[in-house]
């Protein structure tokens, strides 16, 4: 299968060498029948696991009724999942599309339009360092990091970045043409970095002063991940656009876009996607939703994410010669490595152990479990780490 791989497939990532053919919970099995602890989550996707009922249940009924009928008509499916978007973020409207970096594509166009109504020049956007907002033209232009874009060149104009969580830099850049700010509360892609409270508030503050849109990439780190449905709520800072995908379907490409009122420029002609929010993917994000909002589900994953970050906090101190720092709120934690450590060592060791885990930035492990994950998972987890770290220090 693997030679196979490469002859049709273009070599864009660099795949671990298993082939999985499907999952159950927080446990996914390969085809030679080997079987894993899942804590990667098709990278903060599966937020109720795999084949979780409810999920198999409402997908199911719903390829019975219809799949998909454009945006040329109006579904309950859609309209529901807005209402329940909106009702527990921003109040405001919402736009559907299939990813996150299509997602921020849309972000930054109501961003540019949102700025061109108050001044022709009103173009520009702030992005940060170490940031990750997606692939295509537009959020690879946002995505402050060289390696992704260099050999993509010219991007997207008029987008600039400042170094993340530096209240000072960020003042610097702002200016009356700057029409918004993008931002995520906690870096990913890079390494699980959150934002200190300070430079989102003053963020917050100089984009209500120079008339400017705050949006906020909760790609990664929304729907549930930290313990609350999104990370800001935990920071106090309400943005103007909220942009949402990964773990929005539990594994059905969908992704959303949330703005209030002020941002909320599109008219009809603008914009458009031909599968964005078909029922199908609206009845995953519906069931998700509601999950996740149901009694206790978030305060339990505050609790494991609390009872994870101190079990790794406890291997730091154990092997403080490969561990240099755990960061992250929830269930989104990274442990950076010290130099001279290999982070794809360490995933590498686990994934033969049975346990999958991603690296992430600089030199870091980062994990994303499922949001059903229980202590005892994380035990598991645990004690798969710690015979590796073991093994390494050997
Ligand atoms: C993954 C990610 C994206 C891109 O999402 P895709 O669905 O891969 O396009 C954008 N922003 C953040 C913060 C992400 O983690």
Redesign the pocket.
Known sequence: MLELGDRYLMNTYKRFPIVLTHGKGIWVWDKDGRTYLDFVAG??VNVLGHAHPSLVEALKKQVERMLHCSNLYWTEEQIRLAQMLSENTLKGRVFFV???????ETALKMARKFGRKIRENKTRILAALE??????YG?LSA?GQPKYQEKFKPLLPGVEYVEFNNIEALRNKMASDVCAVIL?PI???SGIKPATEDFLKEARKLCDEYEALLIF?????GMGRTGKLFAYQHYGVEPDIL?V??GLGGGV?I?AVVANKKSDVFEPGDHGSTFGGNPLACTAGITVMKEILSNGFLDRVGRVGTYFKNSLKQLKKEFPRIIREVRGIGLMLGMQLNPGVEAKDLTMRCLEKGLLVASAGNNVVRYLPPLIVTEKNVDMAMDILHRCLKDMVQ
């Open positions: 990278i903060a299939n990813s996150g970096a299509e997602a921020n940031s990750f907002h997606g692939r295509t959020s995505t995520e870096q990913g892609e990439d909760e790609v990664q780190c942009t995908a990964k490409p992704g």
